[in-house]
């Protein structure tokens, strides 16, 4: 949590973050808590798994439970990353009652989320073993919430690709469309990052063999990426690349396809249905009486 946090505190302030979603939700207050349970109560709950898959978001949890209560007491009996199943519990919470019955929903709904994404990296990542091939991610995130989504990504053992347009060139379609082509696109970035001074890995997304000939030819990047190849294209894109440059496959590539691509060579497989098609794990935070 700390490491992934501190990586991306200059672009996601976390607190903040929280307290925006928390204010979205209480409003001017949780009338119903402030109703049924005296202010001066306490008491514990425990996190408990509904269904087997990755655990994500346990340190996320911690950092929630010490904003809205610095006096809210965890314990945890498992960790980020670990496989979980049905009747396990994550961890404990005590503290002053009204707080933890406040903060259960949001916990629930961040930690439920990114161990979906955990659980689905963590599965297609094995899908890939005995390859190079590591499973990353893409842009299409949830506004508002990729910090979350990208972090479960690599709790899965995944990587991430790039956190925003911010930290890495990427050359797509339409900017080559609109530049004027391959060789043009290429010839355009390294002038500009020369211009502002600026060092950034350059990746170009190629849809024909022939236009990865073209970057061959124009040389000056870092990772090709072979988009809605097939299986045999990407064979002759990974033999004729030769180790010359990262390869990245993408586009329409599942879990009934992605052993067939890591096993052509690549380096990467990037999967947006990582972040933007996927089923939260069942998880639920109960009082213990």
Not at 50 to 60: L, Y
Not at 94 to 113: D, F, S, W, Y
Request: one cysteine or more; charged letters at 30%.
């Amino acid at each position: 949590m700390i490491n992934y946090l501190k990586l991306h505190q200059k672009h996601f302030n976390f607190k903040k973050f929280i307290l925006s979603v928390l204010n979205e939700d209480l409003g001017d207050g949780d009338h119903t808590v402030l109703a049924t349970i005296p202010a001066n109560h306490k008491g514990k709950m425990q996190l408990l798994v509904k269904e087997d898959g990755i655990i994500a978001g346990v340190e996320a949890a911690k950092e929630i439970f010490k904003i809205i209560d610095k006096n809210i007491v965890v314990k945890t009996f498992l960790k980020d990353g670990e496989k979980v199943k049905k009747g396990d519990i994550v961890f404990t919470v005590k503290g002053k009652t009204q707080k933890l019955v406040t903060a259960e929903r949001l916990v629930l709904n961040i930690m439920q989320r990114m161990s979906g994404i955990a659980t689905k990296t963590n599965y297609l990542q094995l899908l890939c073993k005995g390859t190079k091939t590591k499973v990353i991610d893409t842009r299409k995130t949830t506004p508002g919430f990729r910090f979350f989504e990208k972090w479960a990504v690599v709790i899965g053992g995944g990587a991430n690709h790039r956190y925003g347009l911010f930290d890495m060139i990427l050359i797509k379609d339409n900017h080559i469309d609109f530049c004027g082509g391959v060789k043009q696109s290429i010839s355009a970035v390294k002038t500009y990052l020369k211009k502002k001074k600026k060092k950034l890995k350059i990746e170009i997304e190629t849809r024909s063999i022939e236009e990865v000939k073209v970057v061959l030819k124009t040389g000056g990047v870092n990772r090709i990426m072979l988009d809605n190849y097939s299986i045999n294209e990407t064979l002759k894109a990974v033999k004729l690349i030769n180790g010359r440059y990262e390869v990245e496959s993408s586009g329409g590539i599942t879990e009934k396809n992605i052993a067939q691509y890591a096993k052509c060579g690549v380096d990467f497989i990037s999967v947006g249905a990582l972040t933007h098609h996927v089923k939260s794990l069942d998880l639920s935070l109960k009082a213990v009486k």
